[in-house]
């Protein structure tokens, strides 16, 4: 069964320091990858997505995620952090078969301080 | 934001009634997920639908219902509400299963 897992429940910077979440997954096959954030009391906002091609994937507000194959690691990174950046993070990888579904993470909450 | 509005926004109902949430979505996209959201467990999914009238059970499905008459609209019933379904509610729409899911504001529904 395809699996995510975030093993950080928080991450905290300071402002201008670059930060990293870390996803590491688990699927059978080729892994479809996507990573989103979640203000207080909002939906979800899509980031960014790995499906094929270049490790090195750009996404919105500055954030690029690193797929790494055999370390099965799909990491969320920012060279500077904003203050704005500080919300939850979910990690997620598409299931198998053709319905789409995605297995979340738990989530990280990335804490960017002045 | 994607063109996806839940209704209501909040609900706070008695356990034991039936309750329904709303997605309505104008993208006219075909793949339309409910997922739930608690602390701990991320967002897990409830129900998908792949088109009208088609929909599938996700990892937590007992005690929930949908139906999909409308590519526009995807309908979410708790038959008898209990507490443990207190959550957050997402609905997310998806023009592929390959493509990136977009999602609604949620539903935070609050069960006595």
């Known amino acids: 069964a395809q699996s995510v897992a975030q093993p950080e429940d928080q991450v905290n910077v300071a402002e201008g320091n670059p930060l990293t979440v870390k996803c590491t997954y688990s699927v059978s096959g080729n892994p479809y990858l996507f990573w989103y954030v979640q203000y207080p009391n909002r939906g979800l906002q899509f980031l960014l997505k790995?499906?094929?091609?270049?490790?090195l994937v750009k996404g919105s507000y500055g954030f690029e995620a690193e797929f790494n194959k055999s370390q099965t690691s799909f990491h969320l990174k920012k060279p500077s952090a904003l203050v704005s950046d500080s919300a939850l993070y979910f990690c997620?990888?598409?299931?198998?078969?053709?319905?789409?579904?995605?297995?979340f993470g738990q989530g990280t909450t990335l804490q960017v301080k002045p | 934001d994607a063109g996806i509005t839940q209704s209501p926004r909040h609900k706070v109902t008695e356990t034991g009634t039936p309750v329904t949430l709303r997605c309505h979505q104008t993208?006219?996209?075909?793949?339309m997920y409910w997922y739930r959201q608690d602390p701990g467990h991320g967002l897990r999914l409830i129900h998908y639908?792949?088109?009208?009238?088609?929909?599938d059970k996700g990892e937590v499905s007992d005690g929930y219902s949908v139906s999909r008459s409308k590519t526009e609209d995807f309908l979410l019933t708790l038959e008898s509400a209990t507490s443990s379904q207190t959550s957050v509610y997402f609905c997310?729409?998806?023009?592929?299963?390959?493509?990136?899911?977009?999602f609604g504001p949620g539903t935070r529904l609050t069960v006595t």
């Open positions: 790995y499906i094929t091609g270049d490790n």
């Open positions: 639908s792949y088109g009208v009238k088609d929909t």
């Open positions: 993208e006219n996209h075909r793949y």
């Open positions: 997310a729409i998806s023009e592929s299963q390959l493509y990136e899911q977009y």
């Open positions: 997620a990888v598409r299931d198998g078969g053709n319905t789409g579904k995605l297995i």
